[in-house]
Every structure is written in structure tokens, then in C-alpha cells.
């Protein structure tokens, strides 16, 4: 089956023309599904079959300075939004923001991609993860219907260190996720490459992958979404 691989490219590269060269060198017809999500201020300029954005607000339009509204990323023919990325949460974004934005993103039919996790070591265990998913799942997916949310798990000490989560852990976590959640899709994000994606994408509760700075480098990219 298809997995789902999401390309984080976090606020990279520095020009229009670099991002569209990158977008055009990445594979639009994959054996997995390809989504990109590119900065926000160059989503009207990336020609590819499935766009996603990395964040959105809540509100649909006003006096929000600076934010971008779901309704206004659905006008850019954006399916995916990413909420509640650590580095989001890192700045401010408590479980009810996101709450709040997984509302605004069903409204304009957007699938969010609901971002969770924690641990700022390797070692940190499982039980704490545990709570800690507990809470942002719980509260993150107040009222709102799992099954048209995809979940992306993704521990803080594995977010762009290159030290990755065993395929194991991830299984393991994603299965709860599944059974005591209900979502269905759910994605592993930390430090993916094309050496590791493999073990990830076999397991059979993982999804697909989001992948931060490997989405970058286009040789490697085209690998993961094609194993
Ligand atoms: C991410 O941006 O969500 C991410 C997982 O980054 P990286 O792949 O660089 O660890």
C-alpha cells in the first residue's frame, strides 16, 4: 500500500526560484504519496500535484497580523496543513490552539496533520511519553473527529539531531495512537533519511513518514518516496 511521505522544508530556501527549482526536482509520480510543504509566502508559486502548508490560524479572516487563515490556504489548492509541530509549540502553541486550528482546517476541508510528541532525550521513558501524548492527543483532538485527522509522531530529541526513534518504538507508539485514539494514519517525523525510512515505512501502523531536512537534498528525498 502507499505510504504517505510529507516534506517539512521548514523555512527553507531563502528565494521563490530556489523553491521552485527544488519542487521541480522532485519525483510527481512516486511509488508513496509525495506531499510538499513549503513555506507559506511560496505555496502560489510551487507547481506540485499536492501541496501542504506547515501552519495556519484559526480565524478565517481580521484584524490577525501576519497570520494565514485555512480558508485562504484552501485558495491555493493546499490539502494538508501541518499543527502543533514542536517547533510551533516550542514558541507558544498550547494543545488548545491546535485544537482550535484542527477546527478550522475540517471547516475548509484541509486534513491537519497533528503533530505530537516529546522526550528531549533518547533515553526518557516510555511512561512519560506516554502522559505526554496522552495530554496533547486528548486535548488536541477535543470535538473533533479522528478519523479525517493523520497523527505524526515525533519525539523532540529526534527533530533534526540525526539521532532517529527505533522502527520499533515508533510501531509501538503508533499502534497506541490508533487503538486508543482512533485515527487511522500515523505518520513517524525525526531525523528520517534515506538509509532509515525503509525500517520506518515497513512497519505496519506507520503510515508514512514527515521528514524535515532530508526533504531538501533531492537525491535523497526521491529515494524515500520511492521505497
Ligand atoms: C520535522 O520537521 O518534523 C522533522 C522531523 O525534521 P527532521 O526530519 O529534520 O528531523
Redesign the pocket.
Known amino acids: 500500500m502507499k505510504k504517505l511521505i510529507i516534506a517539512?522544508w521548514?523555512l527553507n530556501p531563502a528565494t521563490a526560484d530556489d523553491a521552485q527549482k527544488l519542487a521541480a526536482s522532485i519525483n510527481q509520480a512516486a511509488k508513496n504519496t509525495a506531499v510538499l510543504c513549503p513555506p507559506t509566502v511560496f505555496l502560489s508559486r510551487i507547481n506540485f500535484p499536492r501541496l501542504g502548508a506547515q501552519d495556519c490560524f484559526w480565524q478565517e479572516k481580521g484584524a490577525f497580523t501576519g497570520q494565514t487563515s485555512p480558508l485562504q490556504l484552501k485558495s491555493l489548492g493546499v490539502k494538508y496543513c501541518i499543527a502543533g509541530?514542536?517547533?510551533r509549540r516550542a514558541v507558544g502553541d498550547t494543545d488548545e490552539m491546535v485544537n482550535a486550528k484542527l477546527n478550522a482546517l475540517l471547516e475548509h476541508k484541509i486534513t491537519p496533520i497533528l503533530?505530537v510528541g516529546f522526550g528531549t532525550t533518547v533515553e526518557q521513558d516510555d511512561l512519560e511519553v506516554t502522559d505526554v501524548l496522552k495530554q496533547q492527543l486528548g486535548a488536541g483532538l477535543a470535538g473533533i473527529d479522528p478519523l479525517k485527522v493523520i497523527a505524526?509522531y515525533?519525539p523532540v530529541w529526534?527533530?533534526?539531531?540525526g539521532k532517529n526513534a527505533s522502527p520499533e518504538h515508533a510501531e509501538k507508539i503508533a499502534l497506541f495512537i490508533k487503538s486508543k485514539y482512533g485515527i487511522k494514519k500515523i505518520l513517524y517525523?525525526?531525523?528520517?533519511n534515506a538509509a532509515n525510512a525503509k525500517g520506518f515505512l515497513q512497519q505496519p501502523n506507520i503510515s508514512g513518514l514527515?521528514?524535515?531536512?532530508?526533504?531538501l537534498i533531492p537525491g535523497h528525498f526521491n529515494q524515500i518516496i520511492n521505497f
Open positions: 517539512n521548514k509541530h514542536s517547533e503533530c505524526a515525533e529526534a527533530i533534526g539531531t517525523g525525526g531525523s528520517v514527515l521528514v524535515g531536512g532530508e526533504s
